[in-house]
């Protein structure tokens, strides 16, 4: 129903108040977070009405004997978020009713939702960590009925759909645009203008009417000190801190505790480790949302703060050298103070498996307020993902039974069936995923949870809250008046990373999360950090892997005379044969690096012509390639055999990474000569979103140590998107390239 037009058009009726671009604009205020008169956010979803872990197919109703109900919403409204697990290649369809109207206003598969046509804009709609979800304003003046499919939702060949909608109640009377039947470029401009504003980047004069704070303040040992200190009424809108050592170097900030105090309050409102609240836990890598970032030596916050009387910025020195702190702040002064703002909070939260049987805590507030978000680790401690089943649940006022309850721990952050491999989004992200540990958080701009009197969220530790597993939080939220944040415990190690069996062992999966996020400085702290912890086989291979990091930032010209260096001082013979390859590459530009990992026993071709040979899930190969400048064909053969199913294949050239990814093209026992460019690519088919996790996927948890950076981060492990037939012996996959 898709070809040509999105929207299918509906019944005619008068015309709205106000046009949908208006309506999207309304939305754009960088100052909404910490407003507490926007709109109550609700969910609805396939959440288990037992309180269960069969959190799918629960339905609000059925139509016929092929279609299901999922949300049966009443107006005025406007549907905020859209999340599912959907179905097999995306071709489950859906339907969207608006206001009562007997033909669907939207008729179309996941699919075609995902091709960047109005309202479902790129940077609105993705198919990511295993599920779809939508950020495109839906708004109705009476009613919407959301209709899915029910003959295409299979997982693995299991029949279950995941779903979660959010959506808003608006007050009666609020002028609410029809759905447009067709979108004008008014219309088209607001949602680009709308993306645009989810990933925070700055709008022209975005800084128009702020002043600017700045100070420099030195914290001894054990100490404290006002970095920061304002005068009301005003909004914070921007904060930047950066910790350095009395050399100048970015300092160790893990003995670092972060405290906001409100207009004349003793107690700070925000009180948690210093960089948990800029949201870096656990010792993750840097990396940049729409509200919060770390890099390097610098952090920074852009939740809107609003002050009445003043506030005061206090970090806490629990080390044992002092550290200089420069703050800077951009600051929109107030004529009056406005009391439909909130002044923002920040909680922290810890809990062991000692707390099994219990949910984790992640905001207990009193008063009238608004829960924004949340940065929560997982650090399971039995070798399995099941504690990522747990529920969230959010309970506000008198409630008995909570109006907001998930349908999964990962489901909460945009993710799905335990997530794929670490992703970084502006409202949404997991920062960090290795077995068994997660980091990952979610912000609440447009769906934020509202209450009067009180507000508890939490989420389960697993089915039955019985996963032991280490959970630690920052809750986000408003309040209309400055009171304590109620964190637990402070202190030097209140951050810590829990320790775990597994750490050593998955090294390079680490590693490879640092690449993907762009930080190879943190990458190369981290192996100065696994190092220190006693002797290691692998040792020489990894200071390797050091040069090849600074070669990453600095160039090889630095680089080059470390690796001779290096060469010269290492009698290991993997490492010296790594560092030739290191610099062979750099002899010609014609020559390349090609790495293989992979699951099953699978043979590698280059333009028809056998040039590797890889089987197991542990086992990462690189090996010297030539290539010629022009149209190249990398070809895999993978032969049958038990989980697990992944290929995985990078090639370094001197015009960047070339790795397995979604756009590569599989078929079952292909016939004739599919390995090189002369092939019938009809029967040929995207692998989609078959990629894999890690790899290695379980049940394997290590891979082999090497030097080569990107190789393993940038290329995706990739399976076929179909179910292997039962006569087939082989799968191909084929992606041509050009070397220029």
């Known amino acids: ?132 979800f939508s950020y495109a304003p839906l708004p109705f003046q009476k009613s919407l009925k959301i209709l899915a499919e029910t003959g295409n939702f299979t997982h693995e060949g299991w029949p279950r759909l995941f779903y979660q909608v959010n959506y808003s109640r608006l007050p009666p009377g609020t002028a609410v645009p029809r759905f447009p039947e067709a979108f004008t470029d008014d219309d088209v401009a607001a949602l680009q203008r709308f993306g645009l504003s989810l990933n925070n980047e700055p709008l022209p004069a975005a800084r128009g009417g ?48 972060l405290e906001i105090a409100w207009d004349d309050q003793p107690e700070p409102s925000v009180a948690t480790p210093f960089d948990a609240f800029f949201g870096r836990l656990w010792g993750a890598p840097d990396y940049a949302s729409a509200y919060l970032m770390t890099s390097g030596a610098t952090v920074r916050c852009r939740w809107p703060m609003p002050f009445q009387k003043g506030a005061r910025v206090v970090v806490r020195n629990g080390g044992s050298q002092p550290v200089a702190v420069e703050a800077e702040g951009w600051v929109r002064p107030m004529t009056s103070w406005n009391p439909a703002m909130g002044y923002l909070h920040a909680s922290w939260h810890h809990s062991t498996p000692a707390n099994l049987g219990r949910p984790h805590v992640v905001v207990h507030a009193v008063g009238r307020g608004k829960i924004v978000g949340c940065l929560l680790g997982d650090s399971s401690a039995t070798p399995s993902w099941w504690a990522l089943e747990g529920d969230e649940t959010i309970r506000i006022d008198s409630e008995n039974v909570p109006g907001w309850r998930g349908t999964g721990l990962e489901d909460y952050f945009n993710g799905g069936w ?131 990091y600074r070669e990453r930032l600095e160039g090889f010209p630095v680089a080059r005379p470390l690796y001779e260096a290096f060469l010269q001082s290492t009698t290991n013979e993997p490492a010296v044969s790594y560092a030739r390859l290191l610099l062979w590459f750099h002899e010609s530009p014609d020559h390349a690096l090609l790495s293989l990992n992979c699951g099953l026993p699978t043979r590698v071709y280059l333009d028809g012509v056998t040039v590797g040979e890889v089987g197991h899930p542990q086992a990462f190969v690189v090996q010297p390639i030539t290539l010629a400048p022009g149209r190249h064909v990398l070809a895999m053969q993978a032969f049958r055999g038990p989980q697990p199913e992944w290929v995985q294949a990078g090639l370094r050239t001197h015009s960047g990474v070339i790795g397995t990814a979604k756009d590569w093209r599989f078929a079952f026992d292909p016939a004739g000569n599919w390995r090189n460019d002369a092939v019938d690519m009809s029967a040929w088919k995207p692998t989609g979103d078959s990629v894999q996790e890690g790899p290695p996927p379980l049940p394997y948890v290590a891979t082999q140590p090497h030097p080569f950076v990107d190789l393993q981060s940038i290329p995706w492990g990739i399976w076929a998107n179909a179910v292997w037939p039962p006569e087939g012996k082989t799968v191909g996959f084929r992606q041509e390239f050009d070397i220029p």
């Open 210 to 257: 702020l002043t600017n704070r700045m100070a420099r303040s030195t914290i001894p040992a054990g100490g404290a000190a006002e970095v920061l200190t304002l005068t009301g009424p005003a909004v914070l809108r921007d904060l930047s801190l950066r910790v350095l050592t009395a050399d100048g170097t970015a300092a160790d900030r893990r003995a670092l505790t």
């Open 418 to 548: 335990y997530y794929k491999n670490n992703l970084v989004m502006p409202t949404h992200g997991l920062v960090f995923k290795r077995p068994f540990v997660t980091i990952q958080y979610r912000f609440h701009r447009d769906d934020a949870r509202r209450f009067e009197q009180s507000a508890d969220m939490v989420f389960e530790r697993g089915p039955d809250q019985m996963s032991p597993a280490t959970m630690a939080s920052v809750g986000y939220f408003y309040l209309g008046e400055p009171s304590p944040a109620g964190s637990d415990a402070l202190g030097p190690a209140a951050g810590d990373v829990p320790a775990d069996e597994y750490e050593a062992a998955a090294l390079m999966t680490t590693l490879c999360n640092f690449e993907r996020l762009g930080d190879y400085v943190g990458a190369s702290a981290c192996i100065d950090r696994h190092l220190a912890g006693g002797d290691t086989p692998d040792a020489e291979i990894l200071r390797l892997r050091q040069i090849a």
């Open 1 to 132: 129903m898709l070809a040509g037009a999105l929207f299918v058009a509906g019944c005619r009726g008068r015309s709205p108040s106000i046009s949908y671009a208006q309506f999207v604009d309304g939305l754009l205020d960088p100052e909404r977070p910490a407003r507490l008169d926007t709109p109550q956010a609700e969910l609805v979803g396939s959440v288990d009405p037992t309180g269960g872990n069969d959190d799918f197919n629960n339905f609000a109703g059925i139509v016929g004997t092929n279609w299901a109900i999922l949300a049966d919403l009443t107006g005025p409204g406007t549907v905020t978020r859209f999340w599912t697990t959907g179905g097999a290649d995306d071709q489950q369809r859906l339907q969207f009713y608006f206001d009562g109207e007997r033909k669907p206003r939207i008729d179309a598969t996941l699919a075609d939702l995902r091709q960047g046509r109005a309202p479902f804009l790129t940077a609105l709609s993705r198919r990511q960590q295993s599920c779809w």
